[in-house]
């Protein structure tokens, strides 16, 4: 079906950057909304950033200013370029699409990418 696979994960020292990449792929008809969320040991996993095929997007109030996500529409690959990392930032982050597929094109599915570890730490 569709796939999603992340990556540019890894260690950074507080107040570098890093890009996380998210590419789906498979029999997608669309993709309305790629998202990025983040879930550390013990708590909910929650939202940090999405973009909708319109273009518009939404942010976490704690990533707001220093998080940008963006998507390149025939790559079929959202980003998240994550500047002025703290080590709160610690996290697995998770890519999301909901996506229509060319066997059904009327129905929405989500989709989960597998994780990749961020870890901000000096």
């Known amino acids: 079906q569709v796939q999603l696979e992340e990556s540019g994960g890894g260690v950074v020292q507080p107040g570098g950057s890093l890009r996380l990449s998210c590419a789906a792929s498979g029999s997608i008809f669309s993709i309305p909304t790629m998202d990025w969320y983040r879930q550390v040991p013990g708590k909910q996993r929650e939202l940090v950033a999405a973009?909708?095929?319109?273009?518009?997007?939404r942010y976490a109030d704690s990533v707001k200013g220093r998080f940008t996500i963006s998507r390149d529409n025939a790559k079929n690959t959202v980003y998240l370029q994550m500047n002025s990392l703290s080590p709160e930032d610690t996290a697995v982050y998770y890519c999301?699409?909901?996506?229509?597929?060319?066997?059904?094109?009327?129905?929405?599915?989500?989709?989960w990418g597998q994780g990749i570890l961020v870890t901000v730490s000096s």
């Open positions: 973009q909708y095929s319109a273009g518009n997007t």
């Open positions: 999301n699409a909901v996506v229509t597929t060319l066997l059904d094109p009327r129905r929405y599915l989500e989709v």
